[in-house]
């Protein structure tokens, strides 16, 4: 079974940057997708970035151009770059990956982001 692990989380200011990292237990083949999702205060969980095959990458609008989703398959892991921080950033964030039609969660980063 695999398991994600999130990391990198913390408070930040508007402006400022954040890498989050999401390690795998087990191996996770380029093939399988693996997304960031996030979770603000009160709010739906919504869909941050994508990577498949190392390459395909996928943004949300609202991020688009700011953050960077990206995967080392030897390290098992999937990074989030976070650049030019808004408050409206601030949220739990969460790893997935789709590992033969079943979403495996990570257990979430906190981001703040302060003004």
């Known amino acids: 079974q695999v398991q994600l692990v999130e990391s990198g989380g913390g408070l930040v200011q508007v402006g400022g940057s954040l890498r989050l990292s999401c390690e795998a237990s087990?191996?996770?083949?380029?093939?399988?997708?693996m997304s960031w999702y996030r979770q603000a205060p009160g709010k739906e969980r919504e869909f941050v970035a994508g990577?498949?095959?190392?390459?395909?990458?996928k943004y949300a609008e609202s991020v688009q151009g700011r953050f960077t989703v990206s995967r080392d398959q030897l390290k098992n892991t999937m990074y989030l770059q976070m650049n030019s921080l808004k408050p409206e950033d601030t949220a739990v964030y969460y790893c997935?990956?789709?590992?033969?039609?079943?979403?495996?969660w990570g257990k979430g980063t906190l981001v703040t982001v302060s003004s």
């Open positions: 087990g191996v996770i083949y380029s093939a399988h997708a």
């Open positions: 990577v498949i095959y190392g390459s395909n990458t």
């Open positions: 997935k990956a789709r590992i033969r039609g079943v979403d495996v």
